[in-house]
Structures are given as structure tokens and as C-alpha cells.
């Protein structure tokens, strides 16, 4: 039992590192000028703007999937959706960064991957999300 609550908490340290990470990055992509995000990314002159603005906004939902529904219990398996979408975002720029042989980074793209990886698998295999879970420190009692 102790074992799978630090589990548990590791997993949502990792939640919350992914969503500060894709937070950041999706208001980038999603408000910031294009011009100005070229300076910033290369990759941006590559990708049609409308697509950008895609990732950005996508990015900014995982934000919202990956903490949201676990934390007021309602569709937490969502939070396990986020952080595939997530892999599928961080893979598909690794692919563009190694077509471009932007290699220097791909590292920071692994790292997110791997980040993701880990809680997905986390939350179906180590750790998922019993029904009425709430987040760490929070009971029903003090909850309600």
C-alpha cells in the first residue's frame, strides 16, 4: 500500500512537470506571433502557421486532460488520454527534428517522451486511478 502511494505521488509530480512543460509551450504556439516564434524555433518556418496554432491549442487541452479530470473525479482516465497525446506530439517532433537534422533537440524530446511514457503506463499499470480518487492530500472529507 505505501509503495503504490509513492507511486501515486511520483506519478502526479511527473503530471505536473508535463503539464508546466506543455503549459508553456502551448501558449507559445498558441498566441504568440508567428514571426516571433521563428526567432525562437527554427521548426516554425517549416510548418503551415494554421498548424501551429493546432499544436498549441491541443497542447493546452493536454494541460487541462493530464490534472483536471483526476483531481475532481470525474473521467480520470482522461488524464491517461493527455499524456498520449502528449507522446504523440513529442514523437512527432522528434520526426521533424531529425527530417530537418535538428539534432541537438531531440534530446529534450526523448526526455518529454519518456516523461509521458512513464505516466501512462503509471496510471494503467503501476498506479490507475481507483473510482472517487482524489488527488494526494485530499480526502473526501476534506474535499467535500
Known amino acids: 500500500m505505501k509503495k503504490t502511494k509513492t507511486i501515486n505521488?511520483?506519478?502526479?509530480i511527473l503530471q505536473?512537470?508535463?503539464?508546466?512543460?506543455?503549459?508553456?509551450?502551448?501558449s507559445l504556439e498558441a498566441f504568440m506571433p508567428?514571426?516571433?516564434?521563428?526567432?525562437?524555433f527554427p521548426w516554425v518556418s517549416a510548418v503551415p502557421p494554421v498548424l501551429i496554432r493546432v499544436i498549441g491549442v491541443c497542447e493546452l487541452l493536454g494541460v487541462i486532460g493530464i490534472l483536471v479530470p483526476p483531481l475532481v473525479r470525474?473521467?480520470?482516465?482522461l488524464a491517461i488520454g493527455a499524456a498520449s497525446g502528449f507522446l504523440l506530439v513529442v514523437a512527432s517532433g522528434a520526426i521533424l527534428h531529425l527530417l530537418r537534422h535538428e539534432y541537438g533537440v531531440i534530446g529534450v524530446n526523448l526526455v518529454l517522451f519518456l516523461l509521458a511514457a512513464l505516466v501512462v503506463y503509471g496510471r494503467v499499470a503501476l498506479a490507475p486511478f481507483p473510482k472517487g480518487s482524489f488527488a494526494p492530500g485530499i480526502s473526501k472529507t476534506t474535499a467535500l
Open 34 to 40: 508567428i514571426g516571433t516564434l521563428a526567432h525562437l
Open 16 to 26: 505536473g512537470l508535463l503539464a508546466l512543460v506543455f503549459l508553456l509551450d502551448g
Open 9 to 12: 505521488s511520483i506519478l502526479w
Open 74 to 77: 470525474i473521467l480520470p482516465w
